[in-house]
């Protein structure tokens, strides 16, 4: 059956350092790959996009990898600051978009 | 504005009673979406809809029935509730489901079965 792993359910880093989130996924072949934030009591926000014939995306802080071959994608956050601190899902589709289960970041000051 | 909203946020309501949960967009989408997401804050898809019409429904008990009056609107009806129904339910909308993009996402209803 189709799988989604999103590393550690929870990630602890010092501000300033660069935070890697992973997302591994089985018995699928995603024609993109999505990132997004979710915040307490709110709805998830998107983040990226990266598509199966990309290898790298990037956005202000942001950087997102796909290796199809590995069926992984990483998700980087440079410089992370304490207002980085939510729980970061990825979703694979099209079609039936499938979400991972989320790593919870958190940023110490 | 509000692009995707939800009523209500809250919703608490005993076993067997039946509900529901509006949605609406103003962004102009062609494919509106149910998730559930439970406890353990996983977030799974129930129903989509593209332009009104049907094209996921995932394995959901046939107590929850979605409806699209138009492509603007995505309701959720849920009859006879039970226990594990509690859950925060979130409506979201993107251009189309095939080209991949971003999904907007309303803030939720928080539903309580006692």
């Known amino acids: 059956s189709q799988k989604i792993e999103q590393n550690s359910e929870a990630l602890n880093i010092q501000e300033g350092k660069t935070a890697t989130l992973t997302c591994n996924y089985t018995?699928?072949?995603?024609?993109?790959l999505q990132w997004y934030r979710q915040d307490p009591g709110r709805g998830p926000v998107f983040l990226l996009l990266i598509r199966e014939n990309e290898k790298e995306k990037r956005k202000e802080r942001l950087k997102v990898t796909f290796d199809t071959t590995l069926k992984q994608s990483l998700f980087h956050i440079t410089a992370s600051q304490p207002a980085d601190s939510a729980t970061y899902l990825c979703?694979?589709?099209?079609?039936?978009?499938?979400f991972g289960a989320g790593t919870r970041l958190t940023v110490k000051p | 504005d509000t692009a995707v909203s939800q009523t209500p946020k809250y919703l608490v309501t005993q076993m067997g009673n039946d509900k529901s949960i509006k949605c609406e967009q103003n962004l102009g989408h062609d494919t509106m979406y149910w998730y559930k997401q439970d406890s353990k804050k996983f977030l799974k898809i129930m129903f989509s809809?593209?332009?009104?019409?049907?094209?996921i429904n995932e394995t959901v008990p046939n107590r929850f029935s979605p409806k699209s009056p138009d492509k603007a609107h995505l309701n959720l009806h849920i009859n006879s509730l039970e226990l594990g129904d509690s859950a925060v339910y979130f409506c979201?909308?993107?251009?189309?489901?095939?080209?991949?993009?971003?999904?907007?996402f309303g803030p939720g209803t928080r539903l309580t079965v006692t």
């Open positions: 809809y593209n332009n009104k019409e049907l094209i």
């Open positions: 018995n699928y072949s995603p024609a993109y």
């Open positions: 979703a694979l589709g099209p079609n039936d978009m499938r």
């Open positions: 979201a909308s993107s251009q189309d489901y095939r080209g991949g993009g971003e999904q907007y």
